[in-house]
């Protein structure tokens, strides 16, 4: 018999099934679905002789002469009879598909035959009805319907509830569920002594009022929406989307109701008058991966946003697996292909590019995202746009200026026109290889490439003479060379043992040249700004730099060139060259040739060209564009400086969206438009065909599926397993449920209280079910090792999150800012190079003070490389939807506990706080240090052991002061010097030895 | 029989359809075997292989320099690839602007090595020794473009992250042979040369939706070569001992009053913890290596984090039977100065892995260690940007491309699969991705078919619903 239940434990089959009737929903359509349904099921391409197995009339349906399903006579069912045949080429499943029936699933399928075949519709399905809540024996142990449920199962299976766990107990388990972190030691002394009846109670408003629940609850919905801080592909940037993190914290803390929370996050924006938070709040469906690697076609990977946004809706709403049915109609549930992508066409109208701002500074969000200036940075754009519209009056009051003497000026043009001299270069260094000088010693030869961001430093001889501006010239002899050349710096030497000096330079064009626009992008002093040199042989390119002070030399003098130059392929070959002319007469060729026409046959036009580009020439024009470059530069960086954050969007005109073949992006079929599954029941009339009436649908109160794959997920966080074990998988694969009456009754009780979270938490809380003590009996162990029947209370390890969290909470060290950026806490060094593309290095570089100690939900998330510590503790990649966690028990999370600085660093304030608050002896201290983190005092088994190892470390550490001092250095808070290094050192050793137990990171 | 082993009994013949809902059981995973990361599955027949070295060349190395030797192609310098060859193939948005198409003959010369007298490239002075060893794949295949995709779909069998890798998969069917090591090692290694080095993600050795302690752990050259295994200053081996003794008490005392099996477990996890702190630097401490066996793996061997050292690593972690062991060398991504850069990443790995192959052999570990050389995808015949007689640039190409596999259950000295004279298209035998898994998975004593994991209602496969094992390249 023990064997027996432990495989009905293993297929995840209620307990009884055997005793009883068979039912469709719970014992056979698992098995049909799982072994049959793949080529017997919803699927016509892939369905095998036409039979269907999914509905009473496919199964009972005469094909050939036979029924698969005979209700009542198993015999006369070909069905069965096939599954009992021992020729390998009639038994169902067939040998092939690696598919076996166990002696139990063949009585099963028998016996409902035999009971007369009756088919269900799929459970989850089933619209929600009112559900009598059980009656029991024991109804003194209940406190709310929960229990009710729970012991009714329980009286059943002859199993007593567990006793009511300590009151230390509880109110750990308590503020660990609702808020994440353990309560305080003074939280424990209260409610220890707090003898009203209502005690227990005001502990839960307590911790439902804190701040930190909607950190808390929204550390859940990061995972389910794939929140992270970088796009997720190959050199994977950084994207901004915290402010729709702060939205869900917010959401949470103000009990948001469930239904309005679905609604303003997948279609805040289309609300009438919407306001910039429900904005935000669509930041939901931007959370998917976004690729923005060279060579995408854009497509390609539309498709797979799209897509990407159907599965995590369904995942999340609707508990089902539509990822299956993107390429086919789906196997084992019900929705056809069409069924996706009219899905699809809801979330198919973004005015959104496909790929990400490959090039652009880190940080820049992919279209749609709104700006979010505090009311400082908007001050400050504010002030800075009033001082560009004064700069830009003044420069209207100049043109005048521009046009007096214009003719006698465009003569001068004509008769002189500028000589430049080509200057000898006398060294050369730098680059991926080293510039190759010719034996003429003019030019000299870049590359042929430059991957790195290298800087070419050259030796330039300048002769005697009054210099007024340098010409830089690029050309190849290859049949075409390419190149971004960034910055120009030109250094003149001290006179006899004069400083040297810059020289200061203007971008202009002259001649040929670069138009002065862009040249003026090399002397910027921002390597990040380029200009793209391409150049085919026979055809330079050359930049004019004008020299703001003119360069006298008498002699010679070397002149210190410096070219940055990167991304280079082909080889480039360069010249130096001098002009003296009057600056006045560096004039670009087009203007040259405007001069040259009689003033009378120059368009206005033409007259315009000339006038301008003598304005730009003046002093004083110079001196007001000079300050207007550096206005526009500032407000680019307040620009910068503003948070932005990624929404969604609704196109004018819809974008046209198509059943893809096999789910190729390139091969659409038939045109759709947006609609909801067929299966479920129909979007209203009076709804609109867009997000908004998607999100209305999901939410509506015929809806079968929402309220209970949301009650099952809370459900899920309070106990470990939620009532249907499979919480992302309501679909015929997915296990029924445990407790089917308390799922309805939990989702009826959600809907009808208006989908209020709190309340509903609170009823699990509150239940004498969930205040049981969690230790396992032998009997338990045996019967439920998952604890699915509830006789005794959750107990199992907390969330990566909150295992950093409480120690960062007991040491002293958390920082309690709500919401903001993401920040950098301490992280093994190195792990970014492999996220580098080309040569250069990326850095994780750790912040400084409250960055280092703020809750783990605000730590930022680079998907490629996510924090380690959170990884090996089974925090997801956040690359897509993610709604049950795995818990696994592995030596990497001993070794991060033992050794990671945080953890260090958190034993050491620990250790202070157990000197400073926990009194004079070495007992009561320990005893402060351990309730910190268990809430329960130590007994005295336990306090031997931690006595007695404090007892050798303080003698070992006394012994060895520099083992004490360095072990005290980890991490950068610091601690009272005046504690005794030896003393602070063993307590250290000691917090440690606590942060490591298993007690601790496990919520009993 | 206890319930332990019932539960591992049934989980065993679980896997044979579903081990999704066995493994699942968290309460009962980690008893399966409390000292190892796996769950211990044994295989479905008896293997060839008993561990894997992939040696995997990130960045898509060029076929037509390393080992699909095309000599007709100088005929075709500079001329148009024609279009029937080009067919429909998609281009990626980097060539897809192209004018032109000019065919780039290699410019490194071929030469028939061995006594099988497979053509090799002159760039693979030390590989080529082992010609008679190593089978060449010409016809891989793939159908992802980009390096992203591209390499998750190496990885993982599928273009799209959120899959297990194949070393997750691997540690999830046969756990680990040993108690102070994972399953399953990671290592990456940057090319020396100025080169494009694509990167990589943590994914591509990650466990997908399997149990996180199926996903590789990444060994690096640091002071930590697994995160976080050095203790804090201040606290020496000792220390840590003590304080493990302490947190053990501690930990047993909770035990005998909870007696839950997870308590247990940690206790277990802790002492494999203390193991892997004295194991894993007496992996990487190379001065018991002879200065002979050294000097095989070239001037490199003794700089930590280079490919030649990752190679003396992964020799030593198969010796200490780790089950897979990946190498990842970046650098390969010659979209330009093709002939500079694969030279230079040539340098860097040819005698490295001829030094490792050497070592197995002469160990009697290259008879059940499967060795795996290769990328993502393979690269253009036609040049991308400038042709010159001794300069071009190759963009990707995922339609066939070329490996080697050697060791365990291969036929050395084999050719396998043929392409066209431009190397652009299969002309006899393609493998695809998902055959290549099915063919590595069989060596290991594993029908692709059924190595599987329930997840969101479905039996996931690492070949998805495809792979089919390659009889030919078997021995």
Same mark, same amino acid.
């Given at each position: 018999m023990k064997r027996y239940l432990l495989l009905l434990w293993c297929m995840g089959l209620p307990t009884g099934v055997y005793a009883g009737d068979v039912s469709y929903n719970r014992d056979v359509r698992p098995i049909l679905s799982d072994k049959c349904f793949s080529c017997h099921g919803f699927d016509p391409k892939a369905r095998k002789a036409g039979r269907r197995l999914d509905s009473f009339e496919g199964a009972n349906a005469e094909l050939k002469g036979v029924r698969a399903i005979v209700p009542g006579s198993a015999e006369k069912s070909e069905a069965w009879l096939r599954i009992i045949s021992e020729d390998s080429g009639e038994v169902m499943p067939p040998p092939k598909t690696n598919k076996t029936l166990t002696a139990l699933e063949k009585q099963i399928i028998k016996k409902w035959i035999e009971q007369g075949a009756k088919y269900e519709q799929h459970w989850s399905f089933v619209a929600l009805a009112p559900v009598k809540v059980p009656e029991v024996k024991n109804s003194n142990w209940t406190r709310n319907p929960i229990d009710r449920f729970i012991l009714a199962r329980l009286e059943k299976e002859r199993i007593a509830p567990s006793p009511e766990a300590t009151r230390e107990s509880l109110i750990r388990r308590l503020s660990l569920d609702l808020t994440g972190l353990p309560p305080t030691v003074a939280e424990v002394d209260a409610y220890v002594a707090d003898t009203s009846e209502k005690a227990y109670e005001k502990v839960v408003d307590r911790l439902l009022k804190s701040p930190r629940y909607g950190e808390r609850m929204a550390v859940d919905w990061l995972d389910a929406a794939r929140f992270a801080d970088s796009n997720g592909y190959q050199v994977d940037r950084d994207r901004e989307l915290w402010p729709w993190r702060d939205w869900v914290i917010r959401a949470f803390n103000e009990n948001k109701p469930f239904d309005q929370f679905t609604i303003e996050q997948l279609a805040g924006d289309l609300l009438p008058n919407a306001s910039m938070d429900q904005k935000i709040a669509t930041g939901f469906n931007r959370n998917h991966m976004l690729n923005e690697e060279g060579g995408v076609?854009?497509?390609?990977?539309?498709?797979?946003?799209?897509?990407?946004?159907?599965?995590?809706?369904?995942?999340?709403?609707?508990?089902?697996?539509?990822?299956?049915?993107?390429?086919?109609?789906?196997?084992?549930?019900?929705?056809?292909?069409?069924?996706?992508?009219?899905l699809k066409a809801f979330f198919n109208n973004i005015p959104e590019r496909g790929i990400g701002a490959y090039g652009n500074p880190i940080r820049q969000n992919a279209p749609p995202f709104i700006k979010l200036p505090t009311p400082e940075i908007q001050a400050k754009i504010n002030r800075l746009n009033d001082q560009v519209k004064e700069v830009n009056d003044q420069l209207a009051g100049l043109t005048s200026k521009a046009t007096s003497g214009l003719n006698e000026w465009s003569g001068r043009i004509v008769q002189s026109g500028a000589e430049w001299k080509p200057l000898q270069v006398t060294s050369a260094s730098g680059g991926d290889s080293p510039p190759k000088l010719d034996a003429d010693s003019f030019t000299v030869e870049v590359g042929p490439q430059e991957t790195r961001a290298n800087t070419i430093k050259l030796g330039v001889r300048i002769p005697a003479g009054n210099w007024t501006a340098l010409q830089f010239e690029c050309g190849t002899r290859a049949s075409s060379a390419s190149m971004q050349w960034s910055e120009v710096k030109v250094v003149v030497p001290g006179v006899k043992g004069g400083k040297k000096s810059p020289a200061k330079l203007r971008a202009i064009a002259s001649g040929n040249s670069i138009a002065a626009t862009e040249s003026a992008k090399l002397v910027d002093n921002d390597r990040k700004t380029r200009v793209a040199v391409s150049v085919v042989a026979d055809r330079a390119m050359n930049a004019v730099l004008q020299m703001e002070t003119l360069l006298a030399v008498s002699g010679t003098v070397d002149l210190e060139v410096e070219l940055g130059v990167e991304n280079a392929n082909g080889p480039t070959r360069w010249r130096v060259l001098a002009t003296g002319v009057n600056a006045d007469l560096l004039v670009p060729v087009a203007v040259v040739a405007v001069a040259k026409k009689e003033e009378t046959s120059r368009s206005a036009a033409e007259k315009k060209q000339l006038s301008d580009f003598r304005l730009s020439q003046l002093p004083e024009f110079r001196n007001l564009n000079d300050r207007l470059a550096e206005l526009k530069k500032q407000l680019t960086a307040a620009d910068n400086d503003t948070p932005t954050t990624l929404v969604m969007e609704e196109m004018k005109e819809p974008r046209p969206t198509f059943v893809l073949m096999r789910g190729a992006y390139d091969k659409p079929g038939e045109k759709v438009s947006a609609a909801t599954p067929g299966v479920l029941p129909a979007l209203g009339t009076d709804q609109p065909r867009n997000r908004l009436g998607l999100a209305r649908w999901l939410v509506s109160p015929g809806n079968p599926l929402t309220a209970r794959v949301t009650v099952n997920r809370l459900w899920q966080q309070v106990f470990g397993v939620g009532l249907v074990r499979t919480s992302e998988d309501f679909g015929a694969q997915g296990e029924s449920p445990f407790h089917p009456e308390l799922l309805d009754w939990l989702a009826g009780e959600f809907i009808s209280s208006g989908w209020n979270v709190k309340q509903l938490m609170k009823l699990m809380v509150t239940s004498a079910t969930y205040r049981q003590q969690s230790r396992i009996t032998p009997m338990l162990q045996e019967r439920d090792p998952e604890n699915r029947l509830l006789a005794r209370g959750p107990r199992f390890r907390l969330q990566a999150e909150f295992v950093r969290d409480q120690a960062l909470a007991v040491s002293g060290l958390l920082v309690d800012k709500i919401g903001g950026p993401s920040v950098k806490p301490y992280h093994p060094p190195g792990l970014y190079e492999q996220v580098t593309a080309g040569t250069g290095y990326n850095v994780y570089v750790p912040g400084k003070g409250d960055d280092l100690h703020r809750r783990s939900l605000y730590t930022y998330w680079k998907r490629s490389v996510p924090n380690p510590a959170m990884l090996v503790f089974d925090a997801p990649f956040r690359e897509s939807c993610t709604l049950r966690r795995p818990r696994t028990n592995t030596p990497l999370q001993a070794l991060n506990l033992m050794n990671d600085p945080t953890y260090v660093e958190a034993s050491r304030m620990l250790a202070q706080r157990m000197m400073r608050e926990g009194g004079q002896s070495v007992d009561t201290r320990i005893i402060f240090g351990f309730r910190s983190l268990v809430a329960r005092s130590p007994k005295p088994a336990e306090l031997a052991i931690l006595?007695?190892?404090?007892?050798?470390?303080?003698?070992?550490?006394?012994?060895?002061?520099?083992?004490?001092?360095?072990?005290?250095?980890?991490?950068?808070?610091?601690?009272?010097?005046?504690?005794?290094?030896?003393?602070?050192?063993?307590?250290?050793?000691?917090?440690?030895?606590?942060?490591?137990?298993?007690?601790?990171?496990?919520?009993? | 029989?206890?319930?332990?082993?019932?539960?591992?009994?049934?989980?065993?013949?679980?896997?044979?359809?579903?081990?999704?809902?066995?493994?699942?059981?968290?309460?009962?995973?980690?008893?399966?075997?409390? !000292? %190892?990361?796996?769950?211990?599955?044994?295989?479905?027949?008896? @293997?060839? +292989?008993?561990? *894997?070295?992939?040696?995997? $060349?990130?960045?898509?190395?060029?076929?037509?320099?390393?080992?699909?030797?095309?000599?007709?192609?100088?005929?075709?310098?500079?001329?148009?690839?024609?279009?029937?060859?080009?067919?429909?193939? !998609? %281009?990626?948005?980097?060539?897809?602007?192209?004018?032109?198409? @000019?065919? +780039?003959?290699? *410019?490194?010369?071929?030469? $028939?090595?061995?006594?099988?007298?497979?053509?090799?490239?002159?760039?693979?002075?030390?590989?080529?020794?082992?010609?008679?060893?190593?089978?060449?794949?010409?016809t891989l295949n793939t159908e992802a473009i980009n390096h992203d995709p591209a390499m998750t779909m190496l990885q993982t069998g599928h273009q799209i992250g959120g899959r297990p890798s194949f070393g997750a998969w691997v540690s999830y069917g046969l756990g680990s042979e040993n108690s102070d090591l994972p399953a399953f090692v990671a290592m990456i290694s940057r090319p020396s040369g100025p080169t494009n080095a694509q990167p990589l993600h943590e994914r591509m050795w990650g466990s997908g939706f399997l149990p996180s302690r199926y996903q590789g752990v990444r060994f690096s050259s640091g002071k930590d070569p697994v995160l976080f295994l050095s203790n804090p200053p201040g606290i020496n081996t000792e220390r840590r001992r003590a304080m493990l003794d302490d947190v053990a008490a501690l930990n047993r005392l909770k035990f005998d009053e909870?007696?839950?099996?997870?308590?247990?477990?940690?206790?277990?996890?802790?002492?494999?913890?203390?193991?892997?702190?004295?194991?894993?630097?007496?992996?990487?401490?190379?001065?018991?290596?002879?200065?002979?066996?050294?000097?095989?793996?070239?001037?490199?061997?003794?700089?930590?984090?280079?490919?030649?050292?990752?190679?003396?690593?992964?020799?030593?972690?198969?010796?200490?039977?780790?089950?897979?062991?990946?190498?990842y060398h970046r650098g390969w991504d010659q979209h330009n100065n093709l002939p500079s850069g694969i030279k230079s990443q040539c340098h860097d790995t040819d005698q490295p892995t001829a030094a490792l192959l050497f070592d197995l052999k002469e160990r009697g570990m290259l008879d059940d260690t499967l060795v795996i050389w290769g990328g993502e995808f393979g690269r253009t015949v036609y040049s991308q940007g400038t042709l010159t007689r001794d300069n071009y640039g190759r963009d990707h190409h995922p339609r066939c491309y070329s490996i080697w596999m050697a060791g365990a259950g291969i036929k050395g000295g084999h050719v396998h699969g043929e392409t066209d004279d431009f190397s652009y298209n299969i002309v006899k035998d393609p493998v695809h991705i998902h055959d290549l898994n099915a063919t590595a998975l069989h060596l290991l004593g594993m029908d692709h078919t059924r190595l599987t994991y329930r997840f969101q209602g479905r039996d996931y496969r690492l070949t998805d619903v495809h792979g089919k094992v390659v009889r030919d390249i078997l021995a």
């Open positions: 076609i854009a497509d390609e990977f539309l498709a797979e946003y799209t897509a990407d946004r159907v599965e995590t809706m369904a995942a999340i709403w609707l508990g089902q697996t539509f990822n299956c049915a993107r390429c086919h109609d789906h196997k084992y549930d019900p929705f056809t292909q069409r069924d996706f992508y009219s006595r007695s190892a404090y007892d050798r470390s303080r003698m070992d550490f006394e012994k060895d002061p520099a083992s004490a001092k360095a072990l005290l250095a980890v991490g950068e808070a610091k601690n009272d010097a005046a504690l005794n290094p030896a003393e602070l050192a063993a307590f250290t050793g000691l917090a440690s030895t606590m942060l490591n137990l298993d007690e601790v990171i496990t919520k009993e | 029989m206890n319930a332990q082993n019932f539960y591992n009994q049934v989980c065993r013949r679980q896997f044979l359809g579903n081990a999704g809902s066995c493994i699942g059981a968290t309460a009962f995973a980690s008893l399966l075997n409390p !000292r %190892l990361f796996a769950a211990n599955q044994s295989p479905n027949f008896s @293997p060839k +292989a008993r561990r *894997v070295i992939w040696l995997t $060349q990130a960045g898509a190395p060029s076929q037509l320099e390393l080992l699909d030797h095309k000599p007709g192609l100088e005929a075709h310098f500079d001329k148009d690839l024609p279009a029937s060859i080009r067919g429909e193939q !998609r %281009l990626t948005g980097m060539t897809a602007g192209q004018k032109r198409f @000019p065919v +780039a003959p290699s *410019v490194y010369k071929f030469q $028939q090595r061995g006594k099988s007298g497979i053509w090799m490239s002159e760039l693979l002075p030390h590989i080529s020794q082992f010609a008679d060893d190593i089978c060449i794949v010409r909870v007696q839950d099996p997870e308590t247990q477990s940690r206790i277990d996890q802790y002492e494999m913890a203390f193991r892997m702190q004295a194991a894993v630097p007496e992996l990487a401490d190379f001065s018991k290596e002879p200065a002979k066996i050294l000097e095989r793996y070239g001037p490199e061997a003794k700089k930590p984090g280079t490919y030649a050292a990752n190679c003396i690593l992964a020799r030593r972690l198969a010796e200490r039977g780790v089950r897979f062991i990946q190498l």
